[in-house]
């Protein structure tokens, strides 16, 4: 079947780092998407990767390994308004998206 | 570019009303538009995928009797809850798609609260 797993809730301290790890099993696969949530609101696209490697974006960076099933979600310096569900998601042959649960990341001061 | 609106952001409804709900894609053609739901604390659930001018394609356990769906052109799908229940009270999400990046972009979603 399909899956993908992700830690349900991470701590971390403003201006630290924190990596969001995710793992994921799909029928074919076209593609990881990282997106952002808010409590109350619609997610946010945060990051595409299809090939193995490392994309960084501002403070965002992600990484994925298709060998290994892999991906993470790396944040850095960061700030309050960081806190938010992450959600880890696969593309999958159909160009379905399979959610994974989400990470709700809480910031403290 | 790639903006999505819904309408309306919140609506409440009695029970066995119907309520409709519109997504847009502002500023481009959407081939592919997909419906969410969320129920608090939990992760999305795709309800059904629709693609213009075609029939919707529901996930397995999604009532399509219950949540019509119509996607008449590229840019405006909706979704109608028939005879609504307190249990279907949830937030509704839609999305858009492009062939090219293959991304979908989502809208700001809609809370039914059914009494």
């Known amino acids: 079947g399909q899956n993908i797993d992700q830690p349900t809730e991470m701590t971390a301290t403003e201006g630290a780092i924190v990596q969001i790890n995710c793992t994921y099993q799909?029928?074919?696969?076209?593609?990881l998407f990282w997106y952002q949530q808010h409590a109350g609101e619609a997610p946010t696209f945060l990051s595409y990767?299809?090939l193995d490697g490392l994309e960084e974006k501002g403070r965002f960076s992600s990484f994925l390994s298709r060998s290994k099933g892999y991906s993470y979600l790396l944040l850095k310096e960061l700030q309050m308004k960081d806190s938010a569900s992450y959600l880890c998601?696969?593309?999958?042959?159909?160009?379905?998206?399979?959610w994974g649960a989400g990470t709700k990341l809480i910031i403290k001061p | 570019g790639a903006v999505v609106s819904q309408h309306p952001s919140w609506v409440i409804c009695k029970s066995g009303t119907s309520v409709k709900i519109e997504c847009r894609s502002l500023?481009?053609?959407?081939?592919?538009m997909f419906w969410y739901r969320q129920f608090p604390k939990q992760s999305l659930m795709l309800m059904a995928t629709?693609?213009?001018?075609?029939?919707?394609?529901?996930e397995q356990g999604v009532e399509k009797d219950k949540f019509l769906i119509n996607h008449a052109s590229l840019t405006l799908s909706t979704l109608t809850v028939t005879s609504a229940h307190p249990e279907d009270s949830s937030f509704y999400i839609c999305?858009?798609?492009?062939?090219?990046?293959?991304?979908?972009?989502f809208g700001p979603g809609t809370r039914l609260t059914v009494t």
């Open positions: 999305s858009a798609g492009r062939t090219e990046p293959y991304e979908q972009y």
């Open positions: 500023d481009f053609q959407a081939t592919t």
């Open positions: 629709s693609n213009e001018g075609s029939k919707a394609t529901y």
């Open positions: 799909t029928s074919g696969f076209n593609g």
């Open positions: 990767n299809v």
């Open positions: 998601a696969a593309q999958d042959s159909n160009y379905q998206l399979i």
